[in-house]
C-alpha cells in the first residue's frame, strides 16, 4: 500500500522540479511527507542540480527551512464555467520545436519531453500566437491553461480571450502575480483567485530565464 510520495522530474543538465509531495490524510501529522520531500531533495542534490518548486503559503515555510527562497509569487484563478463559450475543435498540435525553444528561453531550463507530454495528450489543444502560444488540458475537476508564454504581455491577452472564449467548462490558470493586465482581464471574464503559490529554488545557480514571457505556469507538478 502506498501510503506517501513524491516526484522529482529533471529539467535540462542544471534544474529538477519537486512536486506532489502527498500522504494519506489519514496518515499525516507523522512526518511522512517531510521524510519524502528529504528523500526527493537529496536525489536533486546529488546530482548537482538546483532544486525548483512551487509551493503553497504552508508549504512555503518549511522549504524556507531547508534554504528554499521565493522567487516571484502567482495565483491560481478558476472559473466555473461559460456556456456562451463555443468549445473549439480539437486540432493537431503541430511542430513543438519553436514552442519549446521559447518554453526553455522563459524558463531558463530546457522541458521538451514535459511539453511534449502535455501538448500531446488527447485531450490537448495548442493555441499559437506569432508572439507565443499556450496549452489547454483536462485535469481532474477542470481544464488547464498552461503553460502560456509569450514575449509580452498583450500577446498573452490575446492568448487567454481566446481560450476564454473557446472553452465553455470550468477553468485554471495559474498566473505571475506582476500581470496586471492579464489580472484584469481574469476578473472581467469571470475568474476568481482561488490559492496562491510562491516558485522557490534552492541551490548557487539558479537558471536564469526570461521570466517575463511566463504568463502562466504549467501547473505546480510541473513548473
Known amino acids: 500500500r502506498i501510503v506517501a510520495s513524491g516526484a522529482v522530474l529533471p529539467m535540462g543538465p542544471r534544474g529538477a522540479w519537486i512536486s506532489m509531495i502527498l500522504v494519506d490524510p489519514a496518515l499525516r501529522g507523522q512526518g511522512m511527507g517531510r521524510a519524502v520531500f528529504a528523500h526527493c531533495l537529496r536525489q536533486v542534490q546529488s546530482a548537482d542540480r538546483v532544486a525548483l518548486l512551487d509551493a503553497t503559503p ?3 515555510k518549511l522549504y524556507a527551512r531547508y534554504g528554499f527562497v521565493p522567487l516571484w509569487r502567482l495565483t491560481r484563478w478558476q472559473r466555473a464555467g461559460d456556456a456562451s463559450a463555443r468549445r473549439a475543435p480539437r486540432s493537431e498540435p503541430g511542430p ?23 501538448a500531446l495528450r488527447a485531450d490537448s489543444r495548442v493555441v499559437r500566437h506569432s508572439q507565443g502560444f499556450a496549452v489547454v488540458r483536462a485535469g481532474r475537476v477542470a481544464r488547464h491553461v498552461g503553460p502560456l508564454i509569450a514575449t509580452h504581455e498583450a500577446a498573452a491577452a490575446v492568448l487567454l480571450a481566446d481560450i476564454a472564449d473557446s472553452e465553455p467548462g470550468p477553468l485554471f490558470i495559474d498566473v505571475p502575480d506582476d500581470r496586471p493586465l492579464l489580472r484584469e482581464q481574469l476578473a472581467a471574464a469571470g475568474f476568481a483567485p482561488q490559492r496562491a503559490f510562491a516558485r522557490m529554488a534552492l541551490g548557487d545557480a539558479v537558471p536564469q530565464g526570461q521570466t517575463a514571457f511566463i504568463h502562466a505556469i504549467a501547473g505546480p507538478e510541473y513548473g
Open 96 to 118: 513543438l520545436d519553436l514552442l519549446a525553444a521559447l518554453d526553455a528561453e522563459a524558463l531558463g531550463l530546457a522541458r521538451p519531453a514535459v511539453l511534449a507530454h502535455l
Open 58 to 60: 504552508a508549504g512555503e
